[in-house]
T-cell receptor, first 119, second 112 residues
Framework: GESVGLHLPTLSVQEGDNSIINCAYS??????FIWYKQESGKGPQFIID?????DKRQGQRVTVLLNKTVKHLSLQIAATQPGDSAVYFC??????????????????FGQGTILTVHP | SQTIHQWPATLVQPVGSPLSLECTVE??????LYWYRQAAGRGLQLLFY??????ISSEVPQNLSASRPQDRQFILSSKKLLLSDSGFYLC???????????FGPGTRLTVL
């Protein structure tokens, strides 16, 4: 659900290490998930998404894993760099897809995780 | 390609003054539009969303209002600002409700 009023969890890693950021979602009907990266003073940027008919999707240096059994989403960042330092948000769409594949639910954002990469 | 703009980038206003923040989207038609607020060190709070001109849905009761006078323009307003209205205001758009939302650069509002 929305994270108003909560302080964000933090993750600190060394440059070059792999980072894993986790997100738990509550709605088993959610069928679409997104990870965003938000740098200080900027708007969130889309990183990668995944649909519920998949359990893994890879991008450039990032991998998203979806475990529907335990309603868990993770973002893995390989060879983390100082430029990866940011707040990372997961978002879920709990809408119902029609035959055309369009979802009509609203996005619900997780509370966010602060990633700090030390040189 | 689509782009989203917000202005002003920063704003300092006294308590009790009015507010008008503007968001415009280019490169798409009939987008769904959203206003979020983000307090320092916090997550995103959805304030309003709109699926079309003149159609506004409010998510939380508050001192703010939203309007959509044109297809690609979304405005956030207040008649009298409160200290608690300070925050980072983000506008976003999507093709459909529930699909990927793309965010603008945000407006940093400080109410003194």
């Amino acid at each position: 659900g929305e994270s108003v009023g909560l302080h964000l969890p933090t993750l600190s890693v060394q440059e070059g290490d792999n980072s894993i950021i986790n997100c738990a979602y509550s709605n088993s009907a959610s069928d679409y998930f997104i990870w965003y990266k938000q740098e200080s003073g900027k708007g969130p940027q889309f990183i990668i998404d995944i649909r519920s008919n998949m359990d893994k999707r890879q991008g450039q240096r990032v991998t998203v894993l979806l475990n529907k059994t335990v309603k868990h989403l993770s973002l893995q960042i390989a060879a983390t760099q100082p430029g990866d330092s940011a707040v990372y948000f997961c978002a879920e769409n709990s809408g119902v897809s029609n035959a055309g594949g369009t979802s009509y639910g609203k996005l619900t954002f997780g509370q966010g995780t602060i990633l700090t990469v030390h040189p | 390609s689509q782009t989203i703009h917000q202005w002003p980038a920063t704003l300092v206003q006294p308590v009790g003054s009015p507010l008008s923040l503007e968001c415009t989207v280019e490169g798409t038609s009939n987008p769904n539009l959203y206003w979020y607020r983000q307090a320092a060190g916090r997550g995103l709070q959805l304030l309003f969303y709109s699926v079309g001109i003149g159609q506004i849905s409010s998510e939380v009761p508050q001192n703010l209002s939203a309007s959509r006078p044109q297809d690609r323009q979304f405005i956030l307003s207040s008649k009298k600002l409160l200290l608690s209205d300070s925050g980072f205001y983000l506008c976003a758009w999507s093709v459909n409700i529930g699909n990927t939302q793309y965010f603008g650069p945000g407006t940093r509002l400080t109410v003194l």
